[in-house]
């Protein structure tokens, strides 16, 4: 079946644009997860879906940045105003239902501030 | 200090011979990951265990809760083994916390 897919695949955008990005979960999955991953870095989680209850926005980090997740499914992450130091890979992931569940990773989106 | 740390930090083998890449941590755990990172940065999911021991093909990963610390085995290592391997962990609610992995290399 299909995996997460997550669009664009890259993206490149000048200071101060803002920029959203994509993330399709495996259907049925009730958990959706968003994690930046800097040049030569760890992960870094941003933030968590699960199901209706409020999303854990604690790795978020700085106001620029939301997200949201529509009719439990899609979700859209955006920077507002980027900057420079927002270059990286944001990788979505998904589960089959609160943590405790194996994730499923998308390819990631490359977003190159210039 | 690092709530998660690996090590190695890199680890070059021949083909062929066992592996063991170590994750230890400093927090409290629900649930520990080991993740995959091939050259081309797609992520797949190893394991994820809570206690005891998983098997997986020639996978092996072993978790001791008591002295906060897990081990990744790769038996026969073969070069399309070579991946970074990460090490993350499930704190307070749905965080996971990750080690900087660690890159393997697997020489013919």
């Known amino acids: 079946g299909a995996g997460v897919s997550q669009s664009p695949s890259n993206k490149v955008t000048e200071k101060g644009k803002d920029v959203e990005l994509r993330c399709d979960p495996i259907s049925g999955h009730t958990a959706l997860y968003w994690y930046r991953q800097r040049l030569g870095q760890g992960l870094e989680f941003l933030i968590y879906f699960q199901g209706n209850s409020a999303p854990d926005k604690s790795g978020l980090p700085s106001d620029r940045f939301s997200a949201e997740r529509t009719g439990g499914s899609v979700s859209t992450l955006t920077i507002q105003r980027t900057q420079q130091e927002d270059s990286a890979v944001y990788l979505c992931a998904s589960s089959p239902g609160p943590a405790n569940y194996e994730q499923y990773f998308g390819p990631g989106t490359r977003l190159t501030v210039t | 200090k690092n709530e998660v740390e690996q090590s190695p930090q890199n680890l070059t083998a021949q083909e062929g011979e066992f592996i063991t890449i170590n994750c230890s941590y400093s927090?409290?755990?629900?649930?520990l990951h080991w993740l995959q990172q091939h050259p081309g940065g797609g992520i797949v999911s190893l394991f994820m265990l809570s206690s005891g021991k998983k098997k997986h093909g020639r996978l092996i990963a072993t978790i001791n809760i008591q002295e906060k610390h897990s081990s990744l085995h790769i038996t026969a290592s073969h070069p399309r083994d070579s991946a970074v391997y990460i090490c993350?962990?499930?704190?307070?609610?749905?965080?996971?916390?990750f080690g900087e992995g660690t890159q393997l290399t697997v020489n013919p």
């Open positions: 927090v409290g755990i629900s649930a």
């Open positions: 993350a962990v499930l704190t307070s609610g749905s965080r996971l916390t």
